[in-house]
């Protein structure tokens, strides 16, 4: 960003600001991540965006779809462009959601 060094060495264009206030206009603070649902040993996950800093089951942004371990088939159900969307602007996927779009990949 011009106007920003990561070391704030305070070109005169505002305040100096360390390092780690400056990340925040760099990396997005948003994950692609499951929400539990379901009841007791019955698991089904929701398939969501969310901030970071929000509770596992806690408010998110946008649902992409769900992923359920207990059937057959087709566990996994995506909106991939709006996935596709939301990694294109800075959204981090888990491990436990790359892990299930890359086995939906190789299975279908």
Known sequence: MPGFSLVGT???RGPMRPARTLMRYFFM???IRLQRRGSTKRPFYAVVVA???MPRDGRFLEKLGTYN???E???LDLLMERYNHWVGV????TATVASLLKRAAAVG
């Open 73 to 75: 088939s087709d566990k």
């Open 29 to 31: 603070a948003v994950r």
């Open 51 to 53: 901030d970071a800093k």
């Open 69 to 71: 371990p207990l059937k």
């Open 10 to 12: 305070g070109t005169g």
């Open 90 to 93: 800075g959204a981090i996927p």
